[in-house]
């Protein structure tokens, strides 16, 4: 599946803004992709490298019927979660942060329950992306494959699943 | 009116449906799923083992998980919360589309567990009504008539038969296979090579196996495997519904007299037959009779005897493994230990039954084989390192790509019987329904201490293998974790109606013209995984029903 503009002004949810809180008052707004885009790259780069966009793949999983609504609002709410740490810490949102800062903050986050639970769920998406078939816009020219020495099986779908 | 209605279209409903069809009667199969046939089938992983395309979704159809505690209470779990399915295969062929078709048949002890091995206290250890020499012809039929390949061997516990050998040869394995079978003669172990529903070549008018590499939770793509779809259904002239959930059927205190059904728009049907067959697999089956209240039947249908539903089992044991890593190996040996395609196809039954301070086990079946190929749960399972810390970035990418490119695992799985007791059973539940409105199934779930202890005594054989192969990171898990695709019982047949719900020819006792063909009727479940006994008990019992028609 290709990333048409009609399909992008279609991913409603996604886009729509998530209000950042700094402690009573209002900080800002941002959107989970935003905030997803640079969190995979710092989660595993190697995509990147290797010619690999994982974050267009995640407005598949936000509009997917058979991704539960609670697992959408756990994105939603870890991207908000991620985003108020790095504002009490560093009065920026996540993705204005220096990349030493944002290995910080994961380095801290990842201590807590939540942290942990929420960088587990999206790196499973990110090689959702990396290692699934290249119908669903991820895995260019199977180059996740190929990195790790692995045929897809055969037949391949013709169509993406939904 | 048609002859017989089947519910259900996999390995327990799907033989009646070929062998009656094909003797001329009119037969309709109602299926809850859609159909595909092999075009159709592809390895795309996302679809079939990340979002599950083909079971339902869970906030339409669920169950409500009753798990018993040590302390004797009882926590429930609300499938949809949770995650936690016990669907397998929803379509045309049922759940027998998606096995990996490790086949073994049960022994002649398993079908006298009680008198052989004796009672064991809090389990309901009985033996079946029929013996193994009753059901031998079938499972050579299905060897025939579905397609079984392997090569038999002579072993301590192998089953008598009334053929020499499989009709098809072995498929083509990895050669790893040597280095397990030179670790078990060294430890005086019998090399087995596992049996498969696979046909290694054209035959049967299907196509060999292709070696995709992703046979298990996949459809087949060259109709090698032996579903009830590729095998039988897409062989007979019996008529599939699909899209039909059968919620409820209704009798006249005699027989059934309509089966009614849903499609997915909610839209009622009604079928008539002469004989219904039941075979929605064990859970949905008993759900159906219980839900099927009359003022004949109280209690739910064909339960005067208020069985319906017990001695719910699964397969005991659990899973293990071993890596071996390229630091161990010769580049030859790296060569040969990174085929992929190829099967491994290596089972143990050395302590089918076995002696321990001077009493009789009933043990099990452990099969090897290479870990799953589907390459994202490997790579999620090297995201913590050995402390438990989460990685990412360059430690990451450098851990995936050794691991995933410079060693490979071998796994083993172990099964024993699940024993019968009378804390796991099937029931409705008063509240919940699904999508339709009908009270969803309730399963209450209990794992007898036996079955871990025999459980383990397999799994350290196993362990022994691997340990003389070579291979480091060795670990495995035995547990009362119940596998969902491999559940029975709820519907056990017997010779006493009021102890049981089926008589030996799988005819529900309170009834004249019902039947229930899925794994339900099996009062123990034997320590192999269920679907050739399933498929050669369907078509024993289609015999049965042949003649009542004639």
Known sequence: ?162 | MVDVCIVGSGAGGSPIAYELSRAGFSVVVLEKGKNYTEADFNKDELAVCRRDMFTPKLEDEFHIINEYQEDGSIKRYDGREYNWSFWNGNMVGGSSNLMSGYFHRLKPDDFRLKSRFGEIEGANVVDWPINYEELEPYYTKVEQVVGVSGKVVDHKHQEPRSTADFPYSELQTNGVTQWYDKACKTLGFDVMPTPRAILSQNALSRNGCYYSNFCGSYGCASGAKGSARAALLQKCDAKVITDAFVYKLESDGKRVTKAYYYTKLGIKHVVEAKIFVLAAQAIESSRLLLNSKSKFFPNGLANSSGEVGKNLIFSAGGSGSGRFVFEKLTQEQQKTLMQTGVFFNRSLQDWYAYEKDGKSYKGGTIDFLFEHQNIIPRVMKEVYDEDGNLLWGEALAKKVHKRLTQSRVLTFEVFNDWLPTDKCFVSVDSQAKDRWGVPVGVINLYGHKHDLEVGEFLAKKAVQVLKEMGAVEISYDISNAPPPNLVAGGCRFGKDAKTSVLDKNCKAHDLQNLYVTDASFMPTGGSVPYTWTIYANSFRVADKIKKELS
């Open chain 1, 1 to 162: 599946m290709t990333f048409s503009r009609r399909n992008f002004l279609a991913a409603g949810f996604f886009s729509s803004a998530v209000v950042l809180m700094d402690g009573c008052s209002l900080f800002g707004i941002t959107t989970p992709i935003d905030t997803i885009r640079v969190l995979e790259k710092d989660l595993f780069s190697k995509a990147g490298a290797l010619g690999i966009e994982t974050g267009d793949y995640m407005h598949i999983i936000m509009h997917h019927s058979r991704i539960s609504h609670a697992d959408k609002t756990y994105i939603k709410n870890g991207v908000k979660w991620l985003n108020e740490v790095a504002i009490k810490k560093h009065k920026k949102s996540y993705t204005k942060l220096s990349i030493t800062q944002r290995e910080e903050l994961l380095k801290e986050v990842v201590q807590t329950e939540w942290g942990d639970s929420f960088l587990y769920t999206i790196m499973g998406y990110l090689f959702e992306a990396m290692l699934g078939d290249p119908i669903y816009g991820g895995n260019n020219r199977e180059a996740g494959w190929k990195w790790l020495a692995f045929e897809g099986g055969r037949p391949r779908p013709k169509e993406p699943f939904l």
